[in-house]
T-cell receptor, first 112, second 109 residues
Framework: SAVISQKPSRDICQRGTSLTIQCQVD?????MFWYRQQPGQSLTLIAT?????????ESGFVIDKFPISRPNLTFSTLTVSNMSPEDSSIYLC?????????FGPGTRLTVT | GIQVEQSPPDLILQEGANSTLRCNFS?????LQWFHQNPWGQLINLFY???GTKQNGRLSATTVATERYSLLYISSSQTTDSGVYFC???????????FGPGTRLSVLP
């Protein structure tokens, strides 16, 4: 299994600002995944972060809006840049351990 | 890409009742998992079940891979079972999980 922590757990931000979300895993993993969950919706993959290389972004998500860092095998950050109210969502960090997928507790972001 | 559907979208139960949640997927899969998202947003991995049947307490799951569906059974439901249940399958490239839209369960005392 894997234990994942995220900071902050929630935040209220003003339009036009940026927020960096941190994700820490209790074991070394090759890939870390960032998801967005808009209110009342399912999970959508933003990007996959590999240590030592550029993140791979899914269709509809770009690096300028969601820059990701992956400095080592247990840590990653996701920045939500130039925020608008449409960015209000839960952002979740995830890893795969063995055959199973695990999630952090999420960061609940509200943009006003 | 692979498509995942879940039914019903919403379910309301009285405490103690049983329920069955369904997940249909459009292509063969090697990895299927069920998750419970509690009202606070935390996602808990319930089952890894690409085929066959597994049980964990009051919960059990069955996947019939040849017919491309999986079922999650909840027996003697409790209010703490409330939340959203997601089915997720690994895509054909084996890299990313595709999530279904979820079933929102409300268990009333």
């Amino acid at each position: 299994s894997a234990v994942i922590s995220q900071k902050p757990s929630r935040d209220i931000c003003q339009r036009g600002t940026s927020l960096t979300i941190q994700c820490q895993v209790d074991s070394q993993v090759t890939m870390m995944f960032w998801y967005r969950q808009q209110p009342g919706q399912s999970l959508t993959l933003i990007a996959t972060a590999n240590q030592g290389s550029e993140a791979t972004y899914e269709s509809g998500f770009v690096i300028d809006k969601f820059p990701i860092s992956r400095p080592n095998l247990t840590f990653s950050t996701l920045t939500v840049s130039n925020m608008s109210p449409e960015d209000s969502s839960i952002y979740l960090c995830s890893v795969t351990s063995g055959t199973r997928k695990y999630f952090g507790p999420g960061t609940r972001l509200t943009v006003t | 890409g692979i498509q995942v559907e879940q039914s019903p979208p919403d379910l309301i139960l009285q405490e103690g009742a049983n329920s069955t949640l369904r997940c249909n997927f459009s292509d063969s899969v090697n990895n299927l998992q069920w998750f419970h998202q509690n009202p606070w947003g935390q996602l808990i991995n319930l089952f890894y079940i690409p085929s066959g049947t597994k049980q964990n307490g009051r919960l059990s799951a069955t996947t019939v891979a040849t017919e491309r569906y999986s079922l999650l059974y909840i027996s003697s439901s409790q209010t703490t079972d409330s939340g959203v249940y997601f089915c997720a399958v690994l895509d054909n490239y084996g890299q990313n999980f595709v999530f279904g839209p979820g079933t929102r369960l409300s268990v009333l005392p």
